[in-house]
């Protein structure tokens, strides 16, 4: 019998598919390691997820009703979109953006519509970058991007932002500015990525950073692309400038958007890129072969949903009380943190998250709280080597029980305060 030798692609080649930080975070809370612990997934307290729990908008949650109760309806918005996805959800989204942040310049041509904000950021590596390109990434970073780009074989670059000795965020801007100018003069990067607010940190880039690097990538050629998937869980009283920043002004800026923090659209997967048109049309090639086109009906219920929003101020008072929910649960998990733990943390001015500085190996804390509290929380490592002493704390999942933070953190101090030597 001849035995044939499955020949696989050289892009998968030494890469694991349970090996990235985005697996072994999923494995982490998967039930079945739970069990296998000898736990009772039902007593677990997770702080792992990455993800929002508040209630998608009434108004939303009726357009996809008229939608499902009308038969042609139904019908239509069963069929393809163009590639680049309707004309009226990227014109209602250009109206946002114009309405509720001051964007100046963006028309429908500005705006492509996706399957997810992950899918568009691999599309749009695919459209800026030769495979000798070279992408910088900030240290810590979102898991995901790291991941994407070994898969596409780009290399990477890391600029380091974070102290792990002072346990601070940005703290000198003019030197990461320094670091960054020569950057882009010996290593030539084609782009920039980073999010804002930042996942795992919870830390907003400041505005006038991210002016000065838009200003310092141009002379370079470099695209900075900044994923502002948190961008409406901020907790500032004014509105970052930067979320305004517009590629008219900036032809190298590419913001990147999620409907699944915003509207709770998780599971229905949805996203936008907004760049100068050029950059819309190239990333309008690699999609027509990557998806095709975007969900009919999520946009079609999203474009009415916002135009409705728009006209009647529902987005604006949706948009408050959002911020008002996630910055109590904030709030409540730093105060949870200085009561029961003690520790360094990073208070977040947006997003879901908190880091912690546990003091020892990260991964091994996660692990040995996790098998003797029942308590999850998400090691550093993954993020970045910056955070290797450190954890992710996501209050995003617990927004609507508290208690269950404090109960979390009360757990941990018990276990803490009886076996000291096991974590030092």
Same mark, same amino acid.
């Given at each position: 019998?001849?035995?044939?030798?499955?020949? /696989?692609?050289?892009?998968?080649?030494? /890469?694991?598919?349970?090996?990235?930080?985005?697996?072994?975070?999923?494995?982490?809370?998967?039930?079945? %390691?739970?069990?296998?612990?000898?736990?009772?997934?039902?007593?677990?307290?997770?702080?792992?997820?990455?993800?929002?729990?508040?209630?998608?908008?009434?108004?939303?949650?009726?357009?996809?009703?008229?939608?499902?109760?009308?038969?042609?309806?139904?019908?239509?918005?069963?069929? $393809?979109?163009? =590639?680049?996805?309707?004309?009226?959800?990227?014109?209602?989204?250009?109206?946002?953006?114009?309405?509720?942040?001051?964007?100046?310049?963006?028309?429908?041509?500005?705006?492509?519509?996706?399957?997810?904000?992950?899918?568009?950021?691999?599309?749009?590596?695919?459209?800026? /970058?030769?495979?000798?390109?070279?992408?910088?990434?900030?240290? =810590?970073?979102?898991?995901?991007?790291?991941?994407?780009?070994?898969?596409?074989?780009?290399?990477?670059?890391? !600029?380091?932002?974070?102290?792990?000795?002072?346990?601070?965020?940005?703290?000198?801007?003019?030197?990461? !500015?320094?670091?960054?100018?020569?950057? @882009?003069?010996?290593?030539?990067?084609? /782009?920039?990525?980073?999010?804002?607010?930042?996942? &795992?940190?919870?830390?907003?880039?400041?505005?006038?950073?991210?002016?000065?690097?838009?200003?310092?990538?141009?002379?370079?050629?470099?695209?900075?692309?900044?994923?502002?998937? +948190?961008?409406?869980?901020?907790?500032?009283?004014?509105?970052?400038?930067?979320?305004?920043?517009?590629?008219?002004?900036? &032809?190298?800026?590419?913001?990147?958007?999620?409907?699944?923090?915003?509207?709770?659209? @998780?599971?229905?997967?949805?996203?936008?890129?907004?760049?100068?048109?050029?950059?819309?049309?190239?990333?309008?090639?690699?999609?027509?072969?990557?998806?095709?086109? =975007?969900?009919?009906?999520?946009?079609?219920?999203?474009?009415?949903?916002?135009?409705?929003?728009?006209?009647?101020?529902?987005?604006?008072?949706?948009?408050?009380?959002?911020?008002?929910?996630?910055?109590?649960?904030?709030?409540?998990?730093?105060?949870?943190?200085?009561?029961? !733990?003690?520790?360094? $943390?990073?208070? =977040?001015?947006?997003?879901? +998250?908190?880091?912690?500085?546990? %003091?020892?190996?990260?991964?091994?804390?996660?692990?040995?709280?996790?098998?003797?509290?029942?308590?999850?929380?998400? &090691?550093?490592?993954?993020?970045?080597?910056?955070?290797?002493?450190?954890?992710?704390?996501?209050?995003?999942?617990?927004?609507?029980?508290?208690?269950?933070?404090?109960?979390?953190?009360?757990?941990?101090?018990? $276990?803490?305060?009886?076996?000291? &030597?096991? @974590?030092?």
């Amino acid at each position: 019998m001849i035995q044939t030798k499955i020949m /696989l692609s050289n892009i998968t080649s030494g /890469l694991n598919a349970n090996s990235s930080a985005i697996s072994k975070i999923m494995a982490m809370a998967d039930k079945k %390691n739970i069990i296998n612990m000898g736990l009772d997934p039902a007593k677990i307290i997770s702080f792992g997820g990455g993800w929002v729990n508040h209630k998608t908008p009434k108004a939303l949650q009726n357009e996809y009703k008229k939608i499902s109760n009308n038969s042609n309806l139904f019908h239509t918005t069963s069929a $393809y979109s163009s =590639p680049e996805g309707t004309l009226e959800l990227r014109t209602s989204l250009a109206q946002v953006e114009t309405k509720l942040f001051g964007t100046k310049g963006i028309t429908a041509e500005n705006i492509i519509i996706g399957q997810s904000s992950t899918q568009l950021t691999l599309s749009l590596f695919l459209a800026t /970058l030769n495979p000798t390109d070279k992408v910088i990434l900030f240290n =810590p970073t979102y898991a995901n991007y790291p991941e994407q780009l070994r898969l596409l074989q780009r290399q990477i670059i890391y !600029l380091n932002v974070f102290n792990a000795k002072s346990w601070t965020f940005m703290q000198n801007e003019n030197e990461i !500015l320094t670091k960054l100018k020569e950057l @882009l003069e010996k290593e030539k990067p084609k /782009l920039i990525l980073f999010c804002s607010p930042c996942n &795992p940190t919870g830390q907003i880039i400041p505005d006038n950073f991210i002016k000065k690097v838009l200003c310092e990538t141009q002379k370079h050629n470099c695209f900075v692309a900044i994923d502002f998937a +948190y961008a409406p869980i901020h907790y500032s009283k004014e509105t970052p400038q930067q979320y305004g920043f517009s590629p008219k002004k900036y &032809p190298n800026l590419i913001k990147i958007f999620s409907n699944s923090k915003w509207t709770r659209s @998780l599971g229905r997967r949805l996203g936008w890129v907004q760049a100068d048109k050029e950059v819309i049309n190239a990333i309008k090639i690699i999609q027509q072969g990557m998806i095709l086109s =975007p969900d009919l009906m999520h946009q079609t219920a999203l474009t009415n949903y916002l135009n409705q929003g728009l006209e009647n101020g529902s987005i604006k008072k949706y948009n408050k009380e959002l911020v008002k929910k996630y910055k109590k649960a904030a709030d409540f998990t730093m105060d949870c943190i200085d009561k029961y !733990l003690g520790m360094q $943390y990073l208070k =977040p001015n947006g997003g879901i +998250y908190a880091v912690v500085n546990v %003091n020892t190996n990260g991964e091994k804390f996660a692990t040995e709280i996790l098998q003797n509290t029942g308590v999850m929380f998400i &090691p550093g490592n993954g993020f970045g080597t910056s955070l290797e002493k450190g954890i992710r704390i996501s209050f995003g999942p617990l927004v609507n029980d508290l208690d269950k933070i404090e109960e979390g953190f009360s757990r941990v101090k018990t $276990y803490i305060d009886k076996q000291p &030597p096991q @974590l030092n």
